[in-house]
């Protein structure tokens, strides 16, 4: 019998109504209690999600002894004192990227889930598509050589129009990044993930196309609030990116560049990552997942499609689904929980999923971006 393991969830917007299905399809994991904000009344969404346990104060759900783990899918100001407090309430925690606000937040984090010995994950869930593990074992297994040039794009346009609002462009709650917090550093994770090199050198061209956005009096849900008329705005002058772009070095020979845009009209959630060895190349677009472009310099380039018999053998956990039978962005959750999970169970199980100090990692990156776009500069990223 597996033990049954009791998780609450902070956050029920877009990300963590997808938190509380990808656990429930574990199997040993029950959702038992969830926090929202009063206004939002916790009780009702409650017995919508079927959750035994609702409450809009966080405090009062640690000091449940029933909870095992936490996850914390709220807006990113919440993620620091949420997640210290639950470590010190003796409890696992898995966090939403960014981590923290600062590296220096995030380092707290990291030193507190080890004096702590609770396991701790932050949530880059993009490195757990079956086609990036394949690129990933690809390049482990030789197949592409030496990397010489990782480039790639992460494109979405939910925030194309002055109208589009969100509570990410608010610097005080979502910190001094947008585009490339919020979606830039997957885009990040997933390079040094596919490549096991790390970025050592950046340079950094951030641009907020919008300096004033149309606020709703209301609240909107990420990836919403497109039917609104203008007598439900207020004008707020914006201190957040809309678009970023970032040529960079991996150590002495990899070279690379990528950008990051909330206002590419017509591109939803587009992740494309390319990368080019000596031997082949591999490109792939969160678009169209079941996808793998392999190319070569002197025979014919190939598209694989995803089928767990012909990954390769590490990469094949990660798929569930026969050849021809679509696996995407939701199964990249259960994927990470399945591992998560797997080591709060098992003090002795392998950690294979992104702790709080990749966390830490994105950050660091994150802010030597923001250090080379207000310098004009190069700047070199702390190893």
Not at 6 to 15: D, E, L, M, R, S
Not at 59 to 76: F, K, S, W
Request: hydrophobic letters at 40%; a negative charge; proline letters at 4%.
């Amino acid at each position: 019998m597996m033990t049954r393991i009791k998780t609450a969830v902070f956050g029920a917007g877009f990300v963590g109504r997808v938190h509380i299905e990808g656990l429930r399809r574990l199997g040993n994991v029950e959702v038992y209690a969830l926090v929202i904000a009063e206004q939002d009344d916790p009780a009702r969404l409650g017995r919508q999600l079927h959750i035994e346990r609702t409450d809009s104060d966080y405090r009062r759900i640690l000091e449940d002894p029933a909870v095992d783990v936490v996850h914390i899918c709220t807006p990113n100001a919440l993620h620091v004192p949420m997640a210290t407090d639950a470590l010190q309430a003796g409890k696992h925690v898995l966090c939403e990227k960014p981590l923290a606000l600062s590296t220096a937040q995030a380092r707290q984090l990291v030193d507190l889930a080890a004096a702590t010995g609770r396991r701790n994950c932050t949530f880059h869930n993009l490195r757990f598509y079956p086609m990036v593990q394949q690129m990933r074992r690809m390049r482990e297994a030789g197949e592409l050589g030496e990397i010489l040039v990782v480039q790639g794009t992460y494109s979405q346009d939910w925030l194309l129009y002055d109208t589009d609002w969100n509570w990410r462009v608010e610097s005080a709650v979502s910190g001094a990044s947008r585009a490339m917090a919020d979606i830039g550093s997957h885009w990040c994770d997933t390079a040094e993930h596919i490549t096991g090199l790390r970025i050592s050198s950046v340079c950094a061209d951030l641009q907020t196309f919008h300096k004033t956005r149309k606020r709703p009096k209301g609240s909107v849900e990420t990836f919403a609030g497109k039917t609104l008329v203008p007598e439900d705005y207020e004008e707020t002058a914006i201190d957040t990116e809309d678009f970023g772009a970032v040529i960079f070095r991996m150590g002495d020979r990899t070279r690379g560049s990528f950008t990051a845009s909330q206002v590419s009209a017509g591109r939803k959630n587009s992740l494309q990552i390319e990368v080019f060895g000596t031997k082949a190349g591999v490109a792939w677009n969160q678009e169209r997942p079941d996808e793998l472009w392999i190319g070569q310099r002197n025979s014919a380039n190939q598209i694989l499609i995803k089928d767990p018999s012909l990954l390769l053998p590490a990469a094949r956990s990660y798929a569930d689904l026969p050849g021809g039978h679509s696996e995407g962005y939701d199964d990249t959750f259960k994927q990470v929980f399945r591992r998560f999970y797997r080591s709060v169970e098992d003090p002795s199980a392998a950690i294979e999923y992104p702790q709080f100090a990749d966390g830490l990692r994105q950050l660091t990156i994150l802010e030597s971006e923001l250090e080379s776009n207000r310098k004009r500069a190069w700047v070199d990223v702390p190893a």
